[in-house]
């Protein structure tokens, strides 16, 4: 199999020119293979298609081939999982293939465990076949890093790590030249990285002093779009792929790195991460990423979280949760009962038994009460009452924890919201203040005009401005209002430069506020008006997007029994400035339970207007199971929403007033 290629996987219906091109277009070939098909698909319905041009044959999602047609040579062969050796595929032989395929069917039946696991383990041989040439420079560095690190065993094989040379300055310069070096070879690595990547993130992050974007454009004549797009995924792949990119070599040198990091405790130690950060921001974040999880208690996981501004990695954003919270909630919520409450469980000796909702296997999945866990023998798949719960919902770390913590009736952070809305409040009256007295906001007047709000909206929705200034809002908020950095750091108002300085963070941008129901200020988005993009107010603990709805507050005082759903800024404008005050907007183009939930406090009918990628059949279908009717808009050829909104505006009047009727 070419491994150059990528996989296709295909329907049935999908496959029928693939198959003939690959058998090019020889009609006894192609129907054999058809015949084949059928048959494979009489026995067990859910089959796909794979090919990569190379090959082609028929498995199930995510398993290996059960049977594949090669090609070589310009002759065809094929070859079952059951059988050792290929043969000459031939039309003639068609009644011999479906016998092979039913004894091919229950071979994988009869040995599915041990054809998992021999699979598993060729992909991990696999992975780790690989030149120690490719990791020759990371291991030279990491052997250079432990010579100025050397490791001591004291009582009770308790680890200090000691350094030399003394000074913090030489110390410093030591650690901050191995890290550049390190990261500079693996650019240089023309296995690990193409020769432009690797120049990119050479000339914009490794040297002191960064080549502008323009310049690289230029040398490599793309736009200078392109070279920060490459930069930014280069750099991903350098800081956090590099992981995970044949494993067995690196691993050991990030675990040894990881440990440096996490079980030292000595002060200079601490110095000198904090001078790494402050002389280059990129490679703060590198080691901000090693040493994410780690327990709080920890010194130099303290004083590294301590440097890195919140807003600047999602591991600290994701972190917000106390670990005392999420240890309570572990304990509070019994896993055996949680389980159980999903699906049947049944008691064997100590633990208990149940079928894997993950792999599907019968009486796999062992429940723990001991140690509060799972664990699947077939699949692999374990962990805690979270992890259960994030693998069976497709949810994140922290809105799983935030679904247990309530089903548990635990507070995540009640005081500090507290102090952070009043924050968001003020921030939203010096905003929409700016809007109004500033001489610079008359373009962003005339922009909002645009988008079809007027005065009167536009100071329902609290919309604000920002000049140009570096930290007019910072100083005003600090100064004049006495919160501190701190609390704007923690609301996401400002950000802090490499240096270590404070900035305003939506400068030049009209403003737009989310107000919940209670009248609380929990979000930002803001659009940056020389650029004309918008850019999104992050998920943080006190504001998940995914649970919150724009202008809800506005659409519950229309004191309307239906409701419209948008799921853009650009749509609810339209339909705002046209004179409709029960219409809210996703934020995103789909609509979450959550958000059905809170309507469904307020309102008996939803009127959907959107394009065929939102989840159209969820909302329908939660609405029916909620005692509420779900009315989607067919946009009716329209390319857009804003174009259909245009088009049929009385129509939307007529139907929403019809529900009015209907339901007063």
Same mark, same amino acid.
């Given at each position: ?7 296709? =996987? ?18 006894? @070939? ?39 047609? !090669? ?90 790590? #000691? ?8 110390? !410093? ?64 792949? @350098?800081?956090?792929?590099? *992981?995970? *990119? ?38 703060? @974040? ?18 590294? $979280? $301590? ?123 010096? *905003? ?8 610079? /906001? ?14 009167? &909206? ?13 930290? !007019? ?31 305003? $963070? ?89 958000? @059905? ?6 309102? $008996?009918?939803?009127?959907?207007? /959107?394009?065929?990628? #939102? ?24 390319? !857009?929403?804003?174009?259909?909104? =245009? ?16 339901? &007063?």
């Amino acid at each position: 199999m070419s491994k150059s290629k990528q996989n296709i =996987e295909l329907s049935m219906l999908e496959a029928g020119e693939h198959i003939s091109v690959f058998f090019n277009n020889n009609q006894e @070939l192609i129907d054999t293979f058809n015949a084949i098909c059928a048959h494979m698909l009489d026995l067990d319905s859910d089959f796909i298609i794979r090919t990569n041009g190379e090959i082609i044959g028929i498995s199930k999602h995510g398993e290996f081939y059960r049977l594949y047609v !090669s090609r070589k040579e310009g002759e065809y062969f094929i070859k079952y999982k059951n059988r050792k050796e290929s043969e000459k595929f031939a039309s003639s032989n068609a009644e011999t293939y479906f016998a092979y395929n039913k004894s091919c069917n229950e071979f994988f039946a009869e040995n599915k465990d041990s054809l998992v696991a021999k699979e598993r383990t060729r992909k991990e041989r696999t992975s780790r076949d690989v030149s120690d040439q490719e990791y020759s420079t990371v291991r030279s560095t990491g052997e250079a890093l432990e010579e100025w690190l050397s490791i001591k065993t004291k009582a009770e094989n308790s680890l200090k790590y #000691v350094t030399a040379p003394s000074t913090d300055t030489e110390l !410093s310069d030591k650690v901050y030249n191995e890290i550049i070096e390190l990261l500079t070879d693996a650019c240089s690595n023309r296995e690990f990285m193409a020769e432009r990547d690797g120049d990119i993130i050479v000339s914009r992050i490794l040297t002191p002093s960064a080549i502008t974007l323009q310049n690289l454009g230029e040398k490599y004549d793309v736009t200078r779009e392109r070279i920060r797009q490459r930069e930014k995924s280069t750099w991903r792949k @350098l800081t956090i792929g590099i *992981y995970r *990119y044949k494993r067995e070599k690196f691993i050991p040198y990030r675990e040894w790195l990881k440990r440096i990091l996490l079980e030292i405790s000595d002060e200079a130690f601490i110095n000198t991460i904090a001078q790494i950060y402050r002389r280059n921001a990129a490679i703060g @974040l590198w080691l901000q990423m090693i040493v994410s999880g780690a327990n709080d208690e920890n010194k130099v996981s303290l004083a590294i $979280k $301590k440097l890195v501004s919140p807003s600047s990695t999602h591991s600290q954003a994701s972190a917000r949760i106390s670990a005392e919270v999420i240890n309570r909630v572990k304990n509070t919520i019994d896993i055996v009962e949680y389980i159980s409450s999903q699906q049947d469980v049944t008691l064997k000796g100590k633990n208990y038994h149940a079928h894997c909702p993950f792999c599907g296997t019968s009486d796999a999945l062992v429940v723990y009460p001991e140690t509060k866990s799972f664990y699947c023998f077939s699949c692999t798949t374990g962990g805690d009452v979270i992890t259960y719960l994030m693998k069976t919902k497709a949810l994140d770390y922290k809105t799983a924890v935030s679904q247990l913590a309530s089903l548990a009736s635990i507070e995540l952070h009640p005081k500090e919201q507290v102090d952070i809305s009043k924050v968001m409040r003020e921030a939203a009256l010096y *905003y929409h203040e700016q809007l109004k007295t500033n001489a610079k /906001a008359s373009s962003a007047i005339d922009i909002l005009h645009s988008w079809g709000i007027q005065g009167k &909206t536009i100071v329902q929705l609290g919309i604000g401005f920002h000049d140009n200034s570096f930290n !007019s809002f910072m100083n005003y908020m600090t100064k004049q209002k006495s919160y501190s950095i701190t609390q704007l750091e923690e609301a996401k108002l400002v950000l802090q430069s490499a240096k270590g300085n404070y900035c305003d $963070k939506m400068r030049n941008s009209i403003i737009i506020p989310t107000i919940d129901a209670n009248g609380n200020v929990v979000c930002f988005d803001f659009y940056i008006t020389d650029k004309q993009q918008l850019f999104k107010y992050p998920n943080t603990k006190y504001f998940e997007r995914s649970q919150n709805l724009y202008s809800y507050n506005l659409a519950i005082k229309s004191n309307k029994k239906s409701v419209i759903i948008v799921t853009t800024y650009e749509d609810y404008f339209k339909l705002i400035g046209l004179g409709f005050t029960n219409v809210v907007s996703t934020y995103l183009p789909k609509i979450t339970e959550p958000q @059905l939930t809170l309507l469904k406090q307020k309102f $008996k009918v939803v009127i959907l207007i /959107a394009n065929q990628y #939102v989840n159209a059949a969820a909302c329908s279908k939660y609405c029916r199971e909620n005692n509420m009717y779900c009315d989607q808009i067919d946009l009716q050829g329209c390319s !857009s929403v804003v174009e259909y909104i =245009e088009k049929n505006s009385n129509a939307i009047i007529d139907k929403v007033d019809e529900y009015e009727r209907i339901l &007063t």
